[in-house]
């Protein structure tokens, strides 16, 4: 299985398409510091109020960069890696190898759920030095429905508790394309069908109002304004989805 996680991983970032979406991520990081840097901030995307500073400019940033990356790049990457052996007409020697069938796409999860997690990592350490290096500085600050004075050290934690709530968003995503892109063999519709979902599930449902508004159910979840039913839909989205597309992969015949 380890074996599986590393090729698949090694795969991802081998591919030169990646490798430009990558710069892509890092391309709207920078120009989400740029854009959020003459405006105000908003927990919830209705009131601009919130004067940003050194300590809280990161989280702000994330919201104006963040759907290339949850709306475009991830698509992309998950149905790329779920469906590239199918597409190189190679899927029957990859499956002769001694696994499980549902280790395969168990395999692919794993690797994009790190793949993932490096695109946050990078996109927190850009906001981060930008918000240090441009933003007034200051000792202490306030986030969202919490009545305490955050000093540097305490501010960062806070920071990556919420870049870790992005990073199971992102997670649900990933389980939800997973299972689009072994319905969907064709990548475009997959990816485009990925992206209609998110927008559609998004956009007109209050239970998946987390997939647009992800930057305010972060916030509200660290304030504790956040219904706990939505952390429920979130984990079981995350656990369901893979759990349906590890079966369907399984029950699959590729072969024909």
């Known amino acids: 299985m380890k074996k599986l996680i590393a090729s ?7 591919n030169k398409k990646t490798k430009i979406l990558l710069m892509l991520v890092i391309i709207d990081a920078f120009f989400g510091c740029i854009w959020e840097f003459k405006y105000y901030g ?23 960069g963040s759907s290339i990356l949850f709306y475009l790049v991830l698509p992309i ?17 990859y499956m002769i190898r001694p696994y499980e069938k549902y280790q395969y796409i168990l395999s692919k999860w794993i690797a ?20 240090f290096i441009f933003m007034p500085k200051v000792s202490t ?13 305490v501010a960062l934690l806070y920071i990556a508790k919420f870049f870790l709530i992005q990073f199971f968003i992102a997670m649900f995503i990933v389980s939800m394309s997973t299972v689009i892109a072994v319905i969907i063999p064709n990548s475009v519709i997959s990816i485009l069908a990925v992206i209609s979902l998110i927008i559609g599930l998004g956009g007109f449902t ?19 304004a956040e219904p706990i039913s939505q952390h429920f839909i979130v984990a079981a989205g995350i656990i369901g989805f893979l759990l349906i597309g590890m079966l369907l992969w399984s029950k699959k015949d590729y072969f024909n």
């Open 42 to 64: 908003s927990y919830d995307h209705v009131n601009y109020n919130v004067i940003l500073n050194s300590l809280n400019f990161s989280p702000f940033a994330f919201g104006e």
């Open 206 to 224: 209050s239970y998946f109002k987390f997939l647009v508004r992800n930057c305010k159910y972060a916030f509200y979840t660290l304030g504790n």
């Open 77 to 93: 990457v998950v149905i790329d890696s779920i469906n590239y052996e199918r597409l190189i007409g190679a899927f029957r020697m």
């Open 112 to 131: 994009l759920s790190l793949t993932m997690f490096m695109l946050m990592v990078i996109v927190f350490i850009i906001s981060i030095i930008f918000g």
């Open 141 to 153: 600050v306030q986030f969202y429905n919490i009545d305490y004075d955050f000093s540097t050290i």
């Open 8 to 14: 698949e991983f090694q795969r991802i970032w081998i």
